[in-house]
């Protein structure tokens, strides 16, 4: 048995490549701008989709409550490995490349920014920071920009950047924190060294259970944080030293046993368990890197800078798209499937293109086993109040 689904378009012939080079050279700062606006349009209306599952907006989850309200961005950067000489393309500690900063919506997994930058581009330069997280709260809709947390690793513990999200860039009305990564200067070091043992209380394993062997512990009080944004504090975590990860271990690590790492936030009157666990979440942006070097920030296709920005940000229409695929249509395995995979259980499927009655039907082979993934796919998607 055949199922009809009437097509909206016409597919033709894939573009050549010198097509598609002449039209991503075509893409300049004001094709740009009004992909960005097209883009922060459609998610808008997305997001109203969103918000009529079963189950809801997908609203990030904390010791298994939700944080309802709040939009969670992950700033991160990642090094792409440049194998030909390219605008931009420098030396950098992990090789030869660039170093683009990304920007990713956690509760969707949606990619709002993907920023270009030379391969010599620091991490923690605050001014690009400020500009990409910016650029992705503009992507929000209005009502996500109320409450945001801002997400990153030591790379954002800058005074700059950590003052822009105190201030709510600028306006004082959203509810703004974040929750990054700290430097262990000589400064931390004096100050853990005055913490008595009593003072550490236990972490929580991934079951929300008290752990025997990791703890945490503020020391905010006992830092010198005068030129800092007001609100900040400072959240030590131990656990002991893994046999595997001896290496860069500083001599007050060597000689308690424990491995120390450092959070700031600006978040008041939790305790200090569930700032921990809010923050480890972070570990999850390693997802959204993979996902988009798996479709294409590995194989910017061009010498000019210009021309790999414009590939990038149809990198970032290619994530959405995908994001929105699996939390609207798809279910079980696809709907938390890697690019890979996805490709392979839907978009693969054999198919033909016909003209019957005026209009053009795909058909499927119901002997395949992913044909009925895509009917379902379908349905789901046309049964949508207009789905645009």
Not at 336 to 349: N, Q
Not at 364 to 371: K, S
Request: charged share 25%; aromatic share 8%.
């Amino acid at each position: 048995m055949h199922r009809r689904r009437r097509a909206r378009y016409r597919r033709g012939r894939p573009a050549s490549a010198s097509t598609l080079y002449r039209t991503l050279d075509d893409i300049g700062p004001v094709q740009l701008a009004k992909i960005t606006s097209a883009r922060a349009r459609v998610r808008s209306h997305v997001h109203d989709l969103l918000d009529l599952r079963p189950d809801g907006f997908p609203w990030i989850r904390v010791d298994n409550r939700p944080l309802t309200g709040w939009s969670v961005l992950v700033v991160d950067a990642s090094f792409v490995p440049a194998h030909s000489e390219k605008e931009g393309a420098e030396p950098h500690r992990k090789g030869f490349g660039l170093h683009p900063l990304l920007v990713f919506l956690d509760n969707t997994d949606e990619h709002l920014v993907c920023r270009l930058r030379p391969g010599s581009a620091g991490a923690n330069t605050a001014s690009d920071h400020i500009d990409v997280s910016t650029e992705a709260v503009r992507q929000l809709p209005t009502r996500r920009r109320r409450k945001i947390l801002f997400r990153a690793d030591g790379a954002g513990a800058t005074r700059e950047w950590l003052a822009w999200i105190t201030t709510g860039g600028g306006n004082k009305a959203p509810t703004w924190e974040y929750s990054v990564g700290w430097s262990r200067d000589a400064d931390f070091w004096a100050g853990l060294v005055q913490v008595p043992e009593k003072a550490w209380t236990p972490a929580l394993d991934a079951k929300g259970q008290p752990r025997e062997d990791a703890a945490l512990v503020e020391i905010t009080d006992l830092l010198d944080l005068g030129e800092w944004p007001p609100g900040l504090r400072i959240v030590v975590r131990r656990e002991p030293v893994h046999p595997k990860y001896t290496k860069d271990l500083k001599p007050y690590e060597i000689a308690t046993g424990f491995r120390y790492t450092v959070i700031a936030t600006n978040t008041v009157g939790r305790q200090l368990q569930w700032l921990d666990v809010r923050h480890r979440a972070h570990a999850h942006v390693e997802s959204g890197i993979r996902r988009s070097k798996a479709l294409t920030l590995l194989r910017l296709p061009s010498f000019k800078f210009a021309l790999n920005q414009a590939w990038c940000t149809l990198l970032t229409l290619a994530m959405d798209l995908l994001s929105w695929l699996q939390l609207l249509a798809l279910d079980g395995r696809l709907a938390r499937a890697e690019p890979a995979a996805v490709r392979a259980g839907l978009l693969d499927v054999p198919a033909k293109l016909v003209d019957h009655a005026r209009r053009r039907e795909l058909k499927l082979d119901p002997a395949w086993p992913a044909a009925q993934h895509v009917v379902t796919a379908w349905d789901r998607i046309q049964a949508l109040p207009d789905p645009g």
